[in-house]
């Protein structure tokens, strides 16, 4: 029995098919469905994405975004102009796009590199300095509400509709899918962990010379596993273990880059911009006292009050530049995620005059909460002392819409799965009084968790 959405979906994706004219090179159609649960699309689309495959989560559960298969690919892989290069191919791309003006259109979904100009390693070829793609099948879940979105091409798309209606009919088979974790992980190394603590301790020395005011360091461990690692189960374990983060993936071949971070880069919802600044961390108390204590140590404590303040200065100039009001408290309060409170200052502004999504990005990143201050200067000083190659780790993850709005967020707490292979990364926020054995032990609780999720040690 095939269910009405799929009948409507086919027989609109005809009409647009009849109707389209010569300007019309893709056509887009959108259509409500009952409920899906998001990580059984990601998983049954396995087979149909062909290895591109996008996952979204916010915090708030507000918006959830599938993506299956690629109906066009925006890549940039070198080291200038990225933001606008995107930007500019994304308005080209949905000029040609027929789509009911009524739904929303389809949606642009990737990321971008920490640093270009970094030294690159073979670990990431799969992910250039900038990589956003439209799905050829987009599930949404915006407020409880589910639809899917079908981007093809209007013409000679005889594959990419067999392909869908194959897809649309494993979506109604019954069957309950089973995510069990069955790679176990045998080994865990740290990377050049002496090397990052003498890195640590130049960057402090630097800063107390006056060199700069703060840089973040980060470093890798790499875990292997007995047999090859399904993403789905991880996401599956961040979304249950992380509820309060932005859950995100985003498959390129056999790499998936996949995380659940707490931070938020900027939100855009026409003239509201809206930023976070997250920096200053301590672990969770084992009691309910021990919590609140040492989150009321955070909250005075000088050398992460410092970290933070640096984040906040930044935000608030960037967001200065563009928006009329900024409004963002005096004081931090405290995030609180399962493994690690951090310190936190929401920012929101309304933008002067229309202002892309993009450009914010370009303005905001990197923040001194994942570079340092000043950012120059603190870029250079991570490219020459810091021995990581951090690839999409760190940097802006997201999604925007044919007017322009989306979200991108921090990917932090991320990792690389590779086959039988992980690779997971933390930094902190290195100032004058940081000690590199504190910092170390800082890495270590932000190794959590994907340690968690993936099913290593420290499950405490
Ligand atoms: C760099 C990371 O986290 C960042 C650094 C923090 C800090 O040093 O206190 C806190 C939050 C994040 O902005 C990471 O998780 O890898
Ligand atoms: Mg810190």
Redo the contacts with the bound molecule.
Sequence with gaps: MVTLYQNKIQEQLHMMMKTANTNTSFISVNEKTDNIDPLRFFHLGEEFSLGQRFFWSDPANEAVYVGLGCAYSIEVSHHENRFMEVEHEWKRFIKQVMFDQKGRGPLLFGGFSFDPLKAKTKRWVNFPEAKMIIPMMLLSIVKGDSSITITIPSKNNEEELLRIEQMLALLQQEKTVQYEHNATCVKIFEIEKDEWLTAVAKATSDIRNGELGKV?L?REARLLFDKRINPTVVLKRLREQQPFSYVFAFENGSDCFLGASP?QLVKKDDDMCYSTC????IRRGKTLKEDKELGNWLLQDSKNLH?HRFVVDMIREAMLEVCDEVIIPDQPSLLKMRDIQ?LYTPVKGFSRQPISLLSLVERLHPTP??GGTPRSKALRKIREIEPLDRGWY?SPIGWLDAKGNGEFAVA??SGLLQGNEVSI?????VVGDSDPLSEYE?TRV?FKPMLSALGGSENE
């Design positions: 973040v980060a931070e997250l920096a200053g961390s970290e951090h909460a994942l760190a932090i707490r990364f933390a930094g902190c926020g800082e932000k």
